[in-house]
């Protein structure tokens, strides 16, 4: 198969990808619309662990005088050699600097969770796009033929229901909207949900 194209970004990038129908979990499978709904939600998973980290190491971070002094000192140890030789208000500085540059790793990675939900979502609603829509659109075929093309894409949207919940989609949106500072990059997420509810629901 040649796969569906579609220009993302606006950018000129360009992803060419076909993902089959197939909802289940049978062996053989692998390139189907049940692997981005599972990448999906594994990508959510991710990003709800590392933004629990993040509130922990910026809540610390803004305390960092109620941490012990062996914590303290731990921490400080990986911004100079010798804390020994360090005042407590150093001590704490030093502690204080190192768990902003852990909290910055998790929100950088937080944004690549972030690209990742919103591109697959996109590839998401272009598949699901491609296989209800034109589906029908296509009243060319033979009558039979488009009989058991209709019923394939009432089962495909009924499925796609089960796993497309309310709640897993609101999870999506309420995840990009909370990380993106691009009000741009947020809407277009929240867009393709609105656009992938409205097919599974047609």
């Known amino acids: 198969s040649s796969g569906i194209n579609a220009e993302y970004g606006g950018n000129g990038n ?3 990808a076909l ?3 197939e909802l289940g979990a049978r062996k053989g499978h692998g390139n189907s619309l049940s692997l981005l709904i599972t990448l999906l939600q594994k990508a959510l998973d991710g990003s709800s662990h590392h933004s629990d980290n993040y509130s922990q190491l910026t809540h610390k971070a803004f305390h960092v005088g109620q941490l012990s002094t062996e914590e303290q000192r731990e921490l400080a140890s990986w911004i100079v050699t010798d804390t020994a030789k360090c005042s407590a208000s150093e001590r704490a500085r030093y502690a204080q600097i190192r768990l902003e540059q852990l909290a910055d790793n998790k929100d950088q ?3 690549l969770y972030t690209q ?3 591109n697959l979502v996109y590839l998401l609603w272009r598949h699901v796009h491609h296989y209800t829509v034109h589906g029908r659109a296509d009243t060319h075929q033979p009558k039979k033929q ?3 093309s209709q019923d394939s894409i009432k089962q495909l949207t009924r499925e ?3 796993h497309l919940t309310d709640p897993f989609l609101k999870k999506i949106v309420d995840f990009t909207s909370s990380k ?3 009000t741009v ?3 277009f997420t929240s867009a393709l949900v609105r656009r992938l509810r409205k097919l599974i629901t047609v």
Do not use: P, Q
Request: proline share 0%; glycine share 0%; hydrophobic share 35%.
């Open 14 to 16: 360009v992803i060419n």
């Open 19 to 21: 993902f089959s129908t």
């Open 109 to 111: 990675e937080l944004t």
């Open 116 to 118: 990742l939900t919103e």
């Open 146 to 148: 488009l009989l058991s």
């Open 160 to 162: 796609l229901s089960h």
């Open 180 to 182: 993106n500072t691009s």
């Open 185 to 187: 990059t947020s809407s």
